[in-house]
Structures are given as C-alpha cells and as structure tokens.
C-alpha cells in the first residue's frame, strides 16, 4: 500500500458544495407526485385510557382522505423488532398508535392523511379523543413504588435490572479504607435535538408489491429491515433511500412507534405518504436521553490510591424506550471504574417505565459513567485535600500496564489515559490558571478549572455492528464510484470514503466519487452508531481495493510487460517501480478491462469491479481523551462563561483532522448545553415544559468558547489503527464543565450533585451552601 | 380559504404564485416555488435556519407571511453565489473552514452572514459571535463557522482590493 497521501490531509468535503448552495437533498425537500401529508393527533394526557374515538369531524374536512387510528394500523403488524437487539429481546410492548391507554403527552393517538400538512394539522384539531386521565407516573425516583403501572402488562415499573459484583463483596475494601468518598448525583433530561426532526416518505406500489422510503435516518438498512419485517414486505422489496439528513445523534438510528405508523399506512392511503415533524413534535415525541441517577462511592487509600468503586444506577426510560434500554444502564456500571486503576468495584443497574417520551440513543448513551465518576473525583479530592489533577495521576493507567482488565471485566489497550491529561493540562499552564486563580479570588472574581478523563468502547465488533461492506467500481472511464452503506448525518462519511479509496487505490481523489444511503445500491451496513463508520469504512474499503489493486496491477505488468511486483499505484496510474516513465493510465486500463477482455492476462475476469466485506477483529476499539475547562462564576447572578475549553483525545491516526476536530467540537457544545442550559422538563402531572426551542435552550455562538485541541496517536488493532471519535466530546465535556464550576465556588463550601447548572441553580446552591 | 394572488422577485427572477394567507414565505418559497434549500428547524423564530434575504435585510422566512412579501426582492441560499455552481465569499469561506456537518442549519447561516458582512465588514471576534448567537447549529460547536466569518472577510477584502 503507497503511503497515504489524501488520508490525515484536511481535505475538504465532498458534501459541502451541494450543501451551500441549497442544493442538499433532506426527506422534506422531496415532493413526490400525488403526495399526502400525515399529522399526529397526539395524547395530551400523560396517561388515560382512550374510550373512544370519533374522526367523522377530521373526515368531513376539506382535503381529508383518511384518519387512522390504532384499529386501522396495529392489526398489520407481523413483527417489530431492532436488528441489533433481535427477535427475542425482551421489548417494551409498542403499538403504532395508541390503543387502550395513552402513556406519555404526545402519545400518537390518530393519524390524520390530508393533500397537504397544514390541512392534516387542522383536521387533527377535530378527532375527538375520549379520555379518561388516569394518575400518571411522573417521577422516575418514586415510580418503583408507586401503585400506578406504566405497563400494566408488565407488572412493574422496572424495566430490567442487570448487576455486576454485590455491594457486599466490596464491604471488607470500603471498612479498611483511609477514605471513603460517597454521593448520589442527578443528571437531567436532555434531548438531541437535530436541527432536522424525524420525517420520512413512505410509498407503497401495490401492482409490484414494493415499498419505497425516502427517511432522515443514521441507517438507511436498519428502516429497510425493520419496514420488511413490520409489513411483512419481502426485504428485497423494499428500498430505501437518504441523501442528507439534518442530523440524528442516535435519535434517527432505530424506527420508532411514529415511523411505524406512516409504513403502515402508506398501503392503505395508495400515494407517497409524507410525515415531517415540527420542532414541537420533536421535542415532544422523539425521545428524551439522560434522567439518572446514582449513588457512587469509592474507597482510596491514605496516598489517594483507589483502592474500589460503586455504583448503584437508575435511569428512567419513559413509556417506550428504543430499543431496550436495560443493557444500556449495565454499560454504565461496566464502565464506571474508567481509565484508572481500580483493584475492586461492582455494580447494580436499574432501569424504570414512566409516563414520559421514550429513551432514544443519544451521543455517548452511557456518559453518566464518566459524569458520575468524575464528578465524585473531583468532590473526593477537596475531601482528603489534595489536588484533583494529583489525584488523578496517582489513579490514571499507564501506557505500560496495557493491556489492562478492569474488575468488571472490560479489557482496555492502545489507550493514552496519562498522556491525554498531562498534553490538556501543559496546554492549558495548569500552575499558571491556579496562580491567576488565586489572584482572582483575592478580587473577588471566582475562577474555577475542571477536567475530566475517560475511555470509551468504539466500534461495537459483534452482531449486526460487526461487518460492513464496500463495492467498488472502476468505470469504464477509468474514475471511480464507492459504494457503502453510509450516508450524510453530518458525520462527513462521503467524504471519508473518498480519502480512504483514492488511497487504497492509488487514483486522484477527483476521480472518485461515493454512492452512499440507498439500500438498491449498498450492502448491508447497520448505519452510523456507536462511533463506528470510520473504522468499520476504512475497513470494507481497504478490503475491497485490494482485491481491485491486485487485477490493476496484473493488467499493467501484462500491458507494460513488467513484473506484478513492480507495479506500483499512484495518481491514477499503474507505472514501473524505479522507471516511473514506463505507466499506463488508469482510463486505458480500465478500457482494456471493459472492452478488450480477450486481451487481459489469464485469470483475470473482465471488469474492474469488487465487494467484499470487512468483519471487526475485536469487540471493540478503545478510544480515550482527557478535556480540561475553565470559568468564571458569577456569585450574585449564577452566570457560568466558559474561558478555555481543551481537549486532548487520542483517536489514532486521523483519517482527516478537520472531520476529528469537527466531531469533538460538536460533542463537546451537546455536552456545555446538557450542564448549563438544557433541559427537557416535565411538571409534576406529566406535562412537558419545554417544547419550542425558546423553552429548550441548545447553546448558541455567544455562548461557546475557542476549543483547543491537542492530539495523541495511539494506534488502535483496528484497521489504518483508527479509532471512533463521533460520541467522545459529549461524553467528556459535563464532568470537566461541572468540575470548572465546582472548583470555581469551592470558597463557599458547595457541593454539586444536580444538574443543570443554570443560573437560579447556582445562585439556590450558594444560598444553601452559605454557612 | 381564499388564495391570494402574489408577485414576488426570487434570486432576481420574476415569480408569480397563489397562497393563503396563513402561509409562511419559508413554506411558499419551499412548496410553491420547489426552493427547498431554506429549510424550517423550529417554525418560530429562534433557529435561524430558513433566514432569506428580504429587500437586502435578513428576516426569518418563517415568522413573514408569503402575502407580506408580495412584491418584495428575496434572495435565497440558492441566489446567495456569483452564478450556478460557484460559490460566493462566505461559501468559500464556510467549505475552507469546516463549517458545515450536517448541512440542515447552513444555508440560514451563509445568509445571516452575508447580511451582517455587507453592514460590518471587519468585526471583531465577540460581534461575530453576538451576530451568530441569532442561528443555531448542533453538529459543529460553532468552531468552523466563527473561522468561517474571520475567513470570509478576508476573501471579501481580496475580491474588492
């Protein structure tokens, strides 16, 4: 393989020219012939049972060609399952539309098919729902004990409970120990709020029995499937197709209960059926992430060694979770020791229903692990008195003891846990922001630096998530196409395939291009998740070229009458090792291998076009970063301005640094928004707060400091030793930011546990605090 | 509902449309006109994202009715650049910059820009950021974009030196 010469370069992207010019192609900028428009009449009730339902109003209106209610749809179900999780998961029970009961406020209820969105909005004002409000399950802390059930079928409101060692295997550790440091910490609801809500377009043509969907999705194979088996449509009947989707975060990877619906109803209706949702809707019915908690505590020796760690914890899961979230929450058990050595440490892990949105996968499903420990390290360092960075050197895994078997069973290697903190912190001058940290105080101004460390299993190598598949055709012409499963969320995959396969193939990047995100032309591939696409891309691509590379080179050694072996690839070109003059054009090859194939050498086929598919070679790729935050807090008005934000994250070699730099940056605002700004409330009787972006705060510009980067190169035993970096900033940036402030009012004796950390908070924790 | 008669300038063409009332100019440049590159992120304001050009200011297409606008010279994402398949300044400067992921909250972001550049062609970091406050974008942490507008001034200056 020639060295890279387009991977690790900040080339430019692929997406960008469409993308800036309006030209993008997102699921509601499509307008199919005879297309309806589908609205939601939605529950607004947080729970009540549904005695009837009258839809002749919405039918009379103008421009009305059907209503649907759960009668109409729920009997079409054949089976409704995720890939990833399987026919026998243990699923929440989810019917299309709401049948006998309405669980959350936004619950869809009736489906409404009108000639365009606004008259399906007004016809959904006049379904005319009887419900009887029950009494609803609110609160998440209570709900285990509480005599209403979210799902009476279930008979309790605990999902599922997983748990590693039992609190008692760690009691002889934690009675011994010098220190023992304990805490319950609280994070709220926050949602992922892409720009671009959930919408798609389904159309059903019942004279070839196929399905076609346009849909904002992370994975177009994922719909396909579950459309297939939802609908009972054979799966190679069903197409599906992305171009641009206006981001997802995990929110778009798996079909939801309103999805569901539309599939359904696009037989019936006999026309593309369009469902987009409103801002509103999104932030009513798409999925909530976060809301948990746990009591934490960890036993340290005099020297501040760790010596075990703990962690009961709760998440709430609402009233339909996608998928099932149980696994989730044992994750953030499994994970709670993090990058440190931990000799002993065990878990419990519940997860519970209430009559709230569902929980969706959102950027770093289990963060809390890093939040909970981190922020118990920081509270655990001002107990014994020494410094929080001290602490953690004293704590954080070395390069020489890797590989390394945390005691819940998670084997890390190729990780910088030390390095990553020691390169934040030399940026950042840590003795230096402590000396001006002390001269402000003495000013009355409250400085305050936080950081926060933490390693990450990338790239899921099991089950669906565990191959991934590339063709790659030479034309006729001698350019290029790529075809893979991919598809545009924001993650710059085209443009990542473009870098990967002119390398791997030795071409000019101008002469490729990528087909991506229609399953008619992609393999298999289970969609953008778990921080997996550069890796498991880099992987099928590489694959494939080899195959292609090795028929190139047999045709020009055969053409320029040389040695296989001394034909290298470069530029578009196939020349002779040391006689570059000697060359033969990838144009005139691939015209040989198209339309001269009785004049290739023996055993090569005609054609210049392979697939093949790339299977992980671990179970995961470990990731790590150390990010380090400063602020000033103002005590009067609770205000928190970010100073310096820094992140040191170790993602081995960059396919292309702007990509990595662009993805942290993004993780990291999710993460300063879910710690200062937002929060998708409810209020005791069910009622979401929070449903205009108003209401929900997302951080702006203004907000927002100059991230600095820093990077460290660990090769991970994946493919080109890349590792995923699309969840880590969200993961890492709550802990350093709720440490920053923290650390800022440690004057006031103030320990923080509850989250977020807006203004009348802050200003409600001095008060307390005061003595 | 009674349609209204509308006559509008769009990216310096002359086009003629029927609307109700009630129809925002987002939705009637998106669904009467097939200008889907002004895309609608929260239909009440705050995100930015369907921001037009309207007689030279920029406005929110979502909170202007299609009727308020008759007669008026729009500018869209679409109309933003020198000609088909080139890129003006602040394009340029947002592809040099990383300042696109997605892409859903962009074209909101170039004209806001545009706008604010023809007002204020050397601004300082903090009105930048003041400026942009105005437009959200959940996929880049706002690091390209903020470069981008730094970036964009100086392929201004260049162009007009």
């Not at chain 1, 805490?183 to 959930?198: C, D, K, L, S």
């Not at chain 1, 050595?341 to 996968?361: C, D, E, L, S």
């Not at chain 2, 892409?103 to 820009?113: A, E, K, R």
Request: proline share 6%.
């Amino acid at each position: 393989m020639s060295a890279g010469r387009y991977t690790g370069a900040r080339v430019g992207r692929v997406e960008d020219q469409r993308l800036l010019t309006g030209r993008g192609t997102y699921v509601d900028d499509i307008a199919l012939p005879g297309m309806l428009h589908a609205c939601f009449v939605r529950s607004p009730f947080a729970r009540a049972a549904i005695n009837g339902i009258d839809t002749s109003a919405a039918l009379a209106a103008p421009g009305v060609r059907f209503v649907f209610t759960a009668a109409d749809l729920n009997p079409d179900v054949k089976q409704q399952w995720h890939t990833s999780m399987g026919p026998a998961s243990p699923e929440t029970p989810r019917p299309p539309l709401a049948d006998d009961e309405a669980r959350f406020v936004g619950d869809p209820v009736a489906l409404v098919v009108a000639e365009t969105r606004a008259g399906a909005e007004d016809a959904a004002e006049l379904v005319v729902v009887d419900y009887e409000p029950l009494p609803p399950v609110v609160d998440y802390t209570t709900a285990e004990h509480a005599d209403a059930l979210v799902h009476a079928t279930h008979g309790s409101n605990v999902v599922g409970e997983l748990a590693g060692l039992p609190a008692s295997a760690l009691d002889e550790v934690f009675a011994s120990a010098a220190h023992v440091v304990s805490e319950t910490i609280f994070q709220q609801a926050y949602a992922a709020a892409p720009m671009e809500g959930r919408g798609l377009i389904a159309q059903f043509t019942s004279a070839t029995g196929e399905m076609t969907i346009h849909a904002a999705t992370q994975a177009p194979h994922e719909v396909r499937l579950f459309c297939s088996r939802l609908l009972g449509i054979p799966e190679h009947r069903v197409r599906v197709v992305m171009r641009d989707t206006g981001g997802a975060f995990g929110q778009k990877v798996m079909v939801q209960r309103d999805e569901m619906c539309v599939m359904l109803a696009a037989p019936k209706v006999g026309a593309p059926l369009k469902w987009v949702e409103d801002r509103r809707e999104n932030l009513l019915a798409a999925g909530k992430s976060r809301q948990e908690h746990a009591a934490v505590r960890m036993a340290f020796a005099d020297d501040g060694a760790i010596q075990g760690a703990y962690i009961d914890f709760v998440q709430d899961c609402g009233a339909y979770p996608t998928p099932w979230p149980v696994m989730t929450a044992a994750a953030v058990g499994m994970l709670f020791p993090g990058p440190y050595r931990v000799p002993r440490a065990g878990f419990t892990a519940k997860t519970i229903y209430t009559n709230t949105v569902g929980r969706t996968a959102y950027r770093g499903p289990w963060q809390f692990e890093s939040l909970a420990r981190e922020v118990l390290l920081d509270i655990a360092a001002r107990r014994i008195g020494i410094d929080p960075v001290e602490l953690r050197r004293r704590n954080l895994l070395h390069s020489d003891e890797l590989p390394y078997r945390n005691p819940n069973g998670m084997t890390y290697d190729s990780i910088s846990a030390l390095e990553t903190l020691e390169q934040a912190l030399e940026m950042l001058d840590y003795d230096a922001f402590r000396a001006e940290q002390a001269a402000a105080r003495g000013a009355g101004r409250y400085l305050g630096v936080g950081t926060s460390s933490y390693v990450e299993p990338s790239t899921p190598g099991y089950g669906s998530y565990g191959t991934e598949a590339a063709t790659i055709r030479v034309e006729p012409s001698g350019t290029v196409n790529v075809y893979i499963a991919g598809g545009s969320a924001g993650n710059s995959i085209e443009t990542t395939v473009v870098q990967l396969t002119a390398d791997a193939l030795g071409v000019c990047i101008d002469d490729v291009n990528t087909i991506q995100g229609d399953t008619a032309l992609t393999g298999f591939g289970a969609g953008t998740a778990g921080s997996r696409s550069a890796s498991m891309t880099a992987g099928a691509v590489a694959e494939t070229a080899a195959i292609l590379r090795d028929r190139i080179r047999a045709i020009a050694a055969h053409r320029l009458e040389a040695a296989v072996d001394d034909i290298e690839l470069s530029e578009s070109r196939a020349s002779v090792r040391g006689t570059p003059s000697i060359s033969i054009s990838f144009a005139e090859i691939a015209a040989l291998a198209y339309f001269e194939p009785y004049a290739l050498p023996p055993g090569v086929p005609a054609g210049l076009e392979a697939t093949a598919r790339y299977t992980a070679a671990v179970p995961s790729i470990w990731v790590n970063a150390s990010h380090v935050c400063t602020c000033e807090v103002d005590v009067l008005t609770g205000r928190v301005q970010l100073l310096r934000y820094i992140v040191s994250e170790d993602c081995g070699p960059m396919i292309n640094p702007s990509v990595v730099e662009g993805q942290i940056a993004g993780g990291v605002v999710q993460g300063i928004g879910g710690v200062l700004f937002e929060h998708l409330a409810y209020d005791e009787a069910g009622n979401p707060l929070t449903t205009t972006l108003m209401d929900y705060l997302v951080p702006s510009a203004a907000e927002v400091p100059a991230i600095e980067f820093g990077h460290i190169e660990t090769p991970s035993p994946g493919p080109g030793g890349y590792k995923g970096v699309g969840e880590g900033g969200a993961i890492g940036a709550p802990p350093a930011v709720v440490n920053a402030v923290a650390d800022a009012l440690s004057p006031f004796g103030v320990t923080i546990t509850r989250l977020p950390l807006s203004p009348s908070n802050i200003v409600k924790l001095l008060q307390e605090g005061a003595p | 509902m009674t349609d209204q008669a509308i006559a509008i300038t769009v990216n310096g063409e002359r086009r003629k449309g029927r609307t109700e009332a009630r129809t925002t100019l987002a939705d009637f440049l998106r669904d009467e006109l097939a200008l889907t590159g002004t895309h609608v992120g929260c239909e009440h304001g705050v995100c930015g994202a369907c921001t037009v050009l309207l007689d030279g200011e920029a406005v929110r297409s979502c909170l202007v009715l299609a009727v308020q606008a008759d007669g008026a010279d729009i500018t869209t994402i679409e109309g933003i650049g020198p000609e088909p398949g080139r890129l003006g300044p602040v394009q340029q400067a947002f592809m040099e910059c990383h300042g696109l992921q997605c892409g859903f909250c962009t074209p909101g972001f170039v004209v806001s820009v545009t706008s604010f550049l023809a007002e204020q062609p050397a601004p300082t970091d903090d009105e930048i950021r003041e400026m942009l406050s105005g437009n959200i974008c959940r996929c880049t942490g706002y690091q390209g974009i903020v470069a981008a507008v730094h970036r964009a001034t100086e392929l201004i200056e260049e162009a007009t030196a």
